[in-house]
C-alpha cells in the first residue's frame, strides 16, 4: 500500500497588527494551510530562516520606509514570494515595492 505524501504549503504572516494578524491566520489555517505569526516585524528575516515558509504576508503598518527596507531584507535573503497588504494608495510607493 503506498501512502499519499501530501505536501502543505507554509505561510508566515508577519503583521504588527492585534486584531487583522489573527484573523488571517485564521482564516488561512481554516485552507488548511501551515500557518506561523510573527508580531515583530524585526524578527521576519530570523522567523524566516526557521520557518522556511513558502509564502510570507506582510500585514504590517511600518511606514514606507521601514516597510522598503524589510522586503529588501527579505529578497536579499531569499526568493520567496510576498504578498504586501497596505494602506497606501501612493503609486510611487507601490512600484518601489515592487522593484525591491
Known amino acids: 500500500m503506498t501512502e499519499k505524501l501530501e505536501l502543505v504549503p507554509k505561510v508566515l504572516i508577519v503583521s504588527n497588527q492585534q486584531t487583522t494578524g489573527p484573523l488571517w491566520v485564521f482564516s488561512l489555517q481554516q485552507q488548511k494551510l501551515n500557518v506561523a505569526l510573527e508580531a515583530v516585524p524585526a524578527n521576519t528575516l530570523v522567523r524566516c530562516e526557521a520557518e522556511s515558509p ?3 504576508v506582510l500585514d504590517i503598518n511600518l511606514g514606507e520606509p521601514q516597510t522598503l527596507e524589510l522586503i529588501k531584507s527579505l ?4 526568493v520567496t514570494p510576498i504578498m504586501l497588504l497596505t494602506p497606501s494608495r501612493s503609486e510611487e510607493y507601490m512600484i518601489e515595492t515592487y522593484k525591491a
Not at 75 to 78: D, N, P, T, W
Open 54 to 56: 513558502d509564502l510570507i
Open 75 to 78: 529578497r536579499a535573503e531569499m
